[in-house]
């Protein structure tokens, strides 16, 4: 499955961003899908997941800020993120693990995009 971000761009703090992720293949169902972030000379870190069947997952950092969803129609999913702070700037990542079940951020996701990259200033 390939995937590719977009949505990507530099902001100022407080502002808002939504990134997209469209796939090769329909992996809206029977999915577990996620977003993922990488900061330089950071190791990479779960933003948030969503289940199959829909139940989301977040990082505490973004819990409250950040939305995940997903257009089943037009086969993207969606990271909405509000209150943007420096220390979101990272190349943010979607990934997908084919699972009908529990989908947390420790899941074992073995398809990858690119990333799109996320600058916040301050």
């Known amino acids: 499955v390939r995937l590719v971000e977009s949505g990507g761009g530099s902001v100022q703090a407080g502002d808002s961003l939504r990134l997209s992720c469209t796939a090769s293949a329909y992996i809206f169902s029977g999915y577990c899908l996620g977003w993922f972030r990488q900061a330089p000379g950071k190791e990479r870190e779960g933003v948030a997941s969503?289940?199959?069947?829909?139940?989301?997952n977040y990082a505490d950092s973004v819990k409250g800020r950040f939305t995940i969803s997903k257009d089943r129609a037009q086969s993207v999913l969606y990271l909405e993120m509000n209150s943007l702070k420096p220390e979101d700037t990272a190349t943010y990542f979607c990934?997908?693990?084919?699972?009908?079940?529990?989908?947390?951020?420790?899941?074992?996701?073995?398809?990858w995009g690119t990333g799109t990259q996320v600058t916040v200033s301050a």
């Open positions: 990934a997908a693990e084919k699972s009908i079940g529990y989908c947390p951020l420790s899941a074992n996701f073995n398809s």
């Open positions: 969503i289940a199959s069947y829909g139940t989301p």
